[in-house]
């Protein structure tokens, strides 16, 4: 099966290489013959690929050993599931994984599009074959094929990275890499509009369900890997701005301003020329974030070894595009001129427009902050690190302002917002948000921030259960129905809309609870089995903390793991007990590095978190000293990170009610009220035309 892949990979370059051609030309020359064949070839490079990538689980599974790549990333000692998850692990196999599942999504357009769309279908498969054949040409010519195979044959390989052998790490990178190629649909009929010259909203409205899913895809797979780093990394957070982190939270930052900005398109018209530029740089960072990681230019837990090659290969690559980009959009400059005009500074397209503004400012000051390190190195040769203050003190204002906008956006009028509108949509929530404020300053809570932030979350919750109460109630008044069923036909009857403020709410609750980080409690202490130490809560109890003393175990080999310690700790909390924690040190068979394994209890109010530190006698430990127990414990106090989860999950379901298709029997009424609440402007990107 290994050498069959091996030979799929090569067939599928020239039959990608022959879809392109044939895209281009078909399109070109109206030839339905070339177009059928073009849109052929992807169907086999799609089934070729799949074949390659079969090979490569099919070399892991063999502990095929004389294969370079397998021998980087697996060895006999582990397990089933991590060996077949090695496809992504390291830089080989995950451009493999990136192309082939590119190809699956070009296949599914196509299929799709089969009967339908003609007029775009020549140059999207152009697109799409040429994007296949330069991940092909990488893993080709770049030194980075998976089935490169080594001059002997090691008896044993040196095993995956303990820190990714977690169930997290496992499902984080494929869903970003779903998020990265499910936007090369977008952009693929993009350019085609501008090579046929259909520019008006037509090639946004066949895939405002693809930008959905990569919007989806995206924001899940930042909040996987967010998880990932907060129970696997031991360093007490989810976030720490790495270079490659930010690389996946560009391309999620651009596709919510286009998502956001094309509402202003089919709704007026204008904007045109700003969403063709939309999904240009949101595809260039999808590919930007790919070369950041698979270079190793940029120093980061996620990213691989350095690879001088592949980075002037994607270098080129992402000029090319640029370039040819720019040039159709100033050749189709006349077709792109806005039908509208922005009427009044207090609208909808004011406030989208002004959203978009602060997304790109968020994304600007991420962007140069990730790269500035390289620059900087390449100008005066020395090495120069940005870290989390940066991010933190550039962008914490742009978030509150679009935290606020989340609220404002989706119920000021269009053109121009009346006194009346303003006071009718606003008032209400404005108090209520300075009443959240005063009273948690009244109950203590002094951090400004964080005030500021739950004044806004506050304002935003109001805005969307005042929209929620106002359609149901209507619908439920007009119809007859319960207001359990209002609601839901209330939904089910514009998905797009009801389902964007879903979205929003998962946003307000992830921003509730950033702004719990002020509050954060992080304490160290040198332990010995029978000691106690006492950490205050946020909130006003008060944990005691006993540590039980240290085990020590030996892996012989078994999961890679050469030896664990193991930290024991009783919790109580005001004196009642609340079970027991551990926390770890680990030596792996394949890393000199000790890895550590955190002790986490999560409520719905805060986690209490334990990180064994280090350990006095490790030499001891192992050795069963009993005098050899002390270690040292970091205990922190994190209110409000469970909600980052649930937020996610809200989050989710939101994108999917908003991607689902909305119920079309819905009876017209004669009453405008219902008119109102059942198809009135979206509340988050897409969730209404």
């Known amino acids: 099966m290994t050498i069959l892949g091996e030979y799929a990979l090569w067939i599928a370059l020239p039959i990608s290489v022959w879809g392109v051609l044939l895209g281009y030309v078909g399109g070109r020359t109206q030839r339905g013959d070339y177009v059928l064949s073009a849109e052929r070839s992807i169907y086999a490079v799609f089934f070729l690929l799949v074949l390659a990538s079969l090979g490569v689980v099919s070399a892991f599974l063999g502990d095929k050993f004389e294969y ?23 830089q080989r196999g995950s451009l493999l994984f990136w192309a082939v599942i590119l190809a699956f999504f070009s296949t599914l357009c196509v299929f799709l599009n089969r009967k339908k769309n003609r007029e775009f279908m020549p140059y999207v498969a152009g697109v799409l074959q040429t994007i296949l054949t330069f991940f092909l040409i990488v893993l080709l010519f770049a030194d980075v094929n998976p089935f490169e195979q080594l001059a002997f044959t090691p008896a044993n390989g040196q095993g995956l990275n303990p820190q990714l052998q977690n169930y997290w790490m496992t499902i984080h990178p494929p869903t970003l890499y779903l998020g990265f190629t499910a936007f090369t649909i977008p952009f693929a009929f993009a350019v085609a509009a501008l090579l046929n010259g259909r520019l008006d909203a037509r090639w946004i409205e066949l895939t405002h369900r693809w930008i959905l899913l990569s919007w989806l895809f995206l924001a899940v797979g930042i909040i996987f890997g967010m998880r990932w780093a907060y129970e696997e990394l031991g360093w007490g957070g989810y976030w720490f701005w790495d270079p490659v982190e930010n690389a996946s939270l560009l391309p999620w930052l651009t596709a919510t301003a286009f998502l956001h900005s094309i509402q202003i398109q089919e709704k007026r018209g204008m904007l045109k020329v700003w969403n063709m530029s939309l999904v240009l740089l949101t595809f260039l960072l999808t590919i930007f974030a790919t070369f950041l990681t698979r270079s190793g230019l940029i120093e980061s837990v996620h990213s691989f070894a350095q690879e001088l090659k592949i980075a002037y290969i994607f270098l080129s690559f992402m000029g090319i595009v640029l370039l040819a980009c720019i040039l159709l959009i100033i050749y189709r400059l006349p077709k792109l001129q806005s039908e509208n005009s922005m009427q009044s500074f207090l609208s909808r397209e004011s406030a989208f427009l002004f959203n978009n503004l602060m997304l790109l400012g968020f994304a600007f000051a991420v962007f140069w902050g990730t790269i500035f390190p390289l620059v900087a190195e390449g100008v005066t040769g020395e090495k120069i690190s940005v870290g989390p203050p940066f991010f933190e003190k550039v962008n914490f204002p742009i978030g509150l302002v679009l935290l606020a906008l989340a609220g404002i956006g989706p119920v000021i009028a269009w053109r121009r917002a009346t006194k009346r509108n303003l006071q009718k949509n606003f008032q209400i929530p404005i108090c209520v948000g300075l009443l959240v404020a005063v009273s948690l300053w009244m109950a203590g809570a002094r951090h400004g921030l964080a005030l500021v932030t739950w004044s806004v979350c506050a304002f935003v919750l109001t805005i969307i259960a005042t929209e929620f109460w106002k359609g149901t109630q209507a619908r439920a008044r007009i119809e007859g129905e319960g207001y ?13 809309r009801w389902g964007g403020y879903i979205v929003h709410v998962g946003i307000v609750m992830i921003y509730f609870a950033f702004a719990g980080a002020a509050y954060n409690v992080d304490e160290r202490q040198h332990m010995l089995p029978g000691d106690q130490v006492d950490i205050t809560s946020p909130f006003g109890h008060t944990y005691t903390l006993t540590y039980e003393g240290l085990s020590v175990s030996l892996g012989r080999g078994q999961r890679n793991l050469l030896w664990q310690a193991i930290a024991t700790v009783s919790v109580e909390q005001d004196g009642v007990a609340k079970g027991i924690l551990t926390t770890e040190k680990r030596q792996y068979v394949t890393s000199d590095q000790l890895m550590t394994e955190v002790g986490i209890r999560s409520t719905v109010r805060e986690d209490l978190y334990l990180i064994l530190s280090a350990m006095d006698d490790v030499d001891g430990a192992l050795s069963a000293n009993s005098g050899a127990q002390g270690i040292d414990l970091q205990v922190l106090v994190k209110p409000f990170v469970a909600w980052i989860w649930f937020g996610g999950v809200i989050l989710a379901l939101g994108t999917v009610i908003a991607l689902w298709p909305s119920v079309n029997r819905r009876r017209r009424s004669t009453r405008p009220e219902l008119e109102a609440v059942t198809t009135d402007a979206p509340a988050m990107a897409g969730a209404a035309r």
Not at 484 to 496: D, E, G, M, Q
Request: hydrophobic share 45%.
């Open 68 to 90: 370079w790549y397998v021998a980087s990333y697996s060895n006999r000692e582990m397990e089933i599931f991590y060996k077949i998850t090695g496809l992504w692990a390291g």
């Open 484 to 496: 359990a069923v209002a609601l839901f036909h209330l939904v089910t009857r514009n998905r797009r």
